[in-house]
């Protein structure tokens, strides 16, 4: 092989680079090497994690922040293993991630020859949490099969792909250097016009109209604001979509339709606008939504369509473009909105009458965060109490600032999703809102942070002492509580241990004082706040 000659890997990664990948997630293996031998000068920057799971969760939130698909790179065998729920969980929340992992020599594939890191299947291992999952057999396949991951990026549903690339096909030459076969396929159209119309005329002759919009609309924000304010529509979110309202809109619903007064508001709604959601019950916390109305729904995947929510009529499009057209077939007259804000204030007054003790002192800390938190700022929150309550009650500034493992619902994913999102923006402090159980799945990447970020990233760590969610639950069913109040470490020490600077206020006050203490130094610093001293 000559000095101009690339390897599979080098060729991948050069690839990679001309789609406009600027940043990797991994741990190098010894079955990765040839992707690492293109890394140097191919202008992408990689970020060393403490373990796949957390390679997975980063480029999650990477993605979540900067809406371009999140990569990284991992070893056969139990690299894939170990960021397989990361992948879950990205599949779940419609989540663009691109996969890259070594599997064994393509001799050797599906043989039981008993080689390092060898699994029956790893193909098989991923393919039910991805939009695809395939096995590049000769170097030549790999621009195709990126062309094809891209392709869903851009045209799907977002998902995680995983390509699985075998030892000889990274070490091998390449005959001909196609790192520069950059494919963009077209990208996503407005729904057809027939449905457009349809959907209008039904939405002009609504008396009470409703919009829920979610993670699939993160794009049509200014056409929604429009379309609620001359609907006089209220404009509710699920939690992905926290943010596509004005804070300021006395239309902005929020996301409350996981509250009973949520509920109640929209079972009022004779057409319900659905845009980009799931409508899964992670959504709404209940089986079924009472929606009372007609509902129409505008989403990319055709599955939805006649799902647990059967729609009126099916908008089969781009989010953005088909609620342009939307606006298109409306007349230009906003209409009087007194009703309906009346209702939208009459909720909101509902949701923070409802609070339990619980809720309210959730309530109480999340009023210090917002007091001290940049404009510019994004939250990353994992499966804690603190943030099942501010998935309902804090208000986002804009899109893409509040994220949470809603579908999958998994345990760790706060700490890293941050550190993942602090590299989807050059500019945006974070925030991590994690409970002392979720915290340990994934602490060892206090590590990554430390080393890699020079700009604020703050770590609120709730600390009850105890798996409090399910304590709860088990309390409420008449369950004898079990394996819910563990012993902790000591935070404070392992978190000074990795470098970061280390806050333990003891009252709210304190809190906000410490919160604004972190936002205004460069790097990571831990909050731990204990349950008994929020009171």
Same mark, same amino acid.
């Given at each position: 092989m000559t000095n101009n000659t690339l390897t599979g890997g080098q060729a991948l990664v050069r690839l990679l680079a001309n789609y406009g990948v600027d940043t990797v997630f991994g741990i190098p293996g010894v079955h990765t090497l040839e992707l690492y031998r293109g890394l140097p000068g191919s202008g992408i920057r990689h970020v060393l994690t403490r373990h796949e799971q957390g390679a997975g969760f980063m480029a999650d939130g990477y993605a979540r922040v900067s809406g371009k698909p999140g990569v990284c790179f991992i070893i056969t065998g139990p690299? %894939? +293993?170990? #960021?397989?729920?990361?992948?879950?969980?990205?599949?779940?929340?419609?989540?663009? =991630?691109? %996969?890259?992992?070594? %599997?064994? !020599? /393509?001799?050797?594939?599906?043989?039981?020859?008993?080689?390092?890191?060898? /699994?029956?299947?790893? *193909?098989? =291992? +991923?393919?039910?949490? +991805?939009? &695809?999952?395939?096995v590049a057999l000769k170097a030549e396949d790999l621009p195709e099969l990126i062309a094809r991951a891209y392709a869903v990026f851009d045209s799907e549903r977002p998902r995680p792909v995983h390509i699985s690339v075998p030892l000889d096909v990274l070490a091998a030459p390449v005959a001909r250097d196609w790192s520069f076969d950059v494919v963009r396929r077209p990208g996503r159209g407005p729904a057809n016009l027939a449905s457009v119309e349809q959907a209008a005329s039904k939405l002009a002759a609504a008396k009470r109209p409703m919009i829920i919009a979610g993670g699939g609309a993160l794009g049509a924000a200014a056409e929604l604001q429009l379309l609620s304010k001359r609907l006089a529509a209220p &404009?509710?979110?699920?939690? @992905?979509?926290?943010?596509?309202?004005?804070?300021?809109?006395?239309?902005?619903?929020?996301?409350s339709l996981c509250v009973e007064p949520g509920w109640e508001l929209i079972a009022q709604a004779d057409v319900v606008l659905a845009v980009g959601t799931e409508m899964a019950d992670t959504d709404f916390w209940r089986e079924r939504l009472p929606l009372n109305g007609e509902l129409l729904r505008v989403d990319i995947d055709p599955r939805k &369509?006649?799902?647990?929510?059967?729609? @009126?009529? @099916?908008? !089969?499009?781009?989010? *953005?473009? +088909?609620?342009?057209?939307?606006?298109?077939?409306?007349?230009? $007259?906003? *209409?009087?909105?007194?009703?309906? $804000?009346? $209702?939208?204030?009459?909720?909101?007054?509902?949701?923070? #009458?409802?609070?339990?003790?619980?809720?309210?002192l959730h309530q109480s800390i999340l009023d210090r965060i917002a007091a001290e938190l940049p404009d510019n700022a994004f939250i990353s929150t994992d499966m804690t109490q603190l943030a099942y309550t501010g998935n309902y009650v804090f208000n986002s500034r804009a899109p893409r600032s509040w994220l949470h493992p809603t579908g999958y619902g998994t345990l760790g994913y706060g700490l890293p999703a941050g550190i993942g999102g602090m590299f989807g923006s050059s500019e945006r402090p974070g925030l991590v809102l994690v409970g002392d159980g979720g915290f340990l799945y994934t602490a060892q990447e206090l590590a990554t942070a430390v080393e890699e970020l020079d700009r604020p990233l703050v770590v609120l760590l709730w600390n009850n002492d105890a798996l409090g969610q399910i304590r709860d639950d088990m309390l409420n069913l008449d369950i004898e509580p079990i394996g819910v109040l563990p012993r902790n470490p000591d935070f404070a020490g392992l978190a000074r241990a990795f470098g970061c600077t280390v806050a333990q206020p003891q009252s709210l006050d304190e809190l906000q004082r410490d919160l604004r203490g972190g936002f205004a130094r460069n790097g990571v610093t831990l909050i731990e706040l204990k349950h008994a001293c929020a009171r």
């Open positions: 690299g %894939v +293993t170990n #960021a397989a729920t990361a992948i879950g969980q990205a599949y779940a929340d419609s989540i663009p =991630m691109l %996969v890259i992992s070594s %599997v064994n !020599h /393509t001799a050797s594939l599906g043989k039981g020859w008993g080689c390092l890191h060898e /699994t029956q299947d790893q *193909r098989a =291992m +991923t393919a039910p949490i +991805t939009a &695809f999952s395939a &404009f509710f979110t699920s939690v @992905a979509g926290k943010g596509l309202a004005p804070l300021d809109s006395p239309l902005n619903a929020g996301s &369509f006649n799902d647990f929510y059967p729609c @009126a009529v @099916a908008l !089969h499009g781009d989010a *953005r473009q +088909t609620v342009a057209a939307l606006l298109e077939q409306l007349p230009d $007259s906003v *209409r009087d909105a007194t009703t309906a $804000s009346a $209702s939208v204030a009459t909720l909101r007054s509902a949701v923070q #009458a409802s609070h339990g003790p619980l809720q309210a």
